[in-house]
């Protein structure tokens, strides 16, 4: 069977259609060239030249097997620049997890811009997905990379997985722009421990929906829950409506409702962490280029 270097050999000579220049291009002499024509002609069992002294020109065969010999070395060198542009990174698919609540947060939309913008030929695919789905969807290979809004609370996924600190968001104390207390700059959450809260159901944002209740039992109250709705955009709207306060990242402050006031809380562990996550085991290249994404767009080192 006739292999890729002669196919090389066949294409110079019939671009050339002289032996001796052929032999030139490719940096060898000539009777080795001759020889492996003759070879290649033998293996296919077809007479590829006319040729004589003065004289090469390709056969009807030579000539419609120059296509298909062209066709081969161009998708060989297609596949070796695919094989080298994976091993950089360049090339490739991304698994990327997120949760809802990081939809307006500005970590996911400059990361992916970053990323994109210089690994253009690499496929990210987003998921939507709580951050516990994440560490179990990671453990399985499910995913590459998650964005989170907590450390694992299992030991066995903790001690599988790295996970980088990238942002410690401020949480904010929603309520009605009519309310008394909409027009201060900050609020300690002990001062609305009478007042009712819209929130997430635990299901869908454990981490959101604890730091709620530890916030409110370190300020000398368990919070009234009077409605739970599955979208966190949803609690804005619910705000509004009056049904009660909520919560939230500071990022939802890009959800623009006119009768919804945001105020900082001077409580001590009133922040979300954002964090990266993945497994712990030799990155892809493309996942360290993803890395090194987030933590461009972070603003450097992991905290």
Known sequence: MFDLRQLRYFVAVAETLNFTRAAQRLHLS?????QQIRALEEDLG???FDRNRRHVALTEPGRLFLDEARKILSQVDAARLTATEAAAGHKGRLRLAYPASLSFHRALPQTLLRFSSKNADVRVELHEMYTETQYSALIAGQIDVGLVRATPKERSIAVQVEVDAIDHEPLLLALPCSHALAKRKQIALREVADEPFVIQPRAYSTTLYDTLVQMASAAGFRPIIRQEVQQVTGTLALVAAGVGMAVVPASLRA?????????????EDAKLLLAVARRKEKHSPVLTRFLDAVMDCSGGAPT
């Open 30 to 34: 000539q009777p080795p060239l001759s």
């Open 46 to 48: 077809v007479r590829l």
């Open 255 to 267: 959800v623009h409702l006119p009768e919804v006031c945001m105020i900082n809380l001077e409580d």
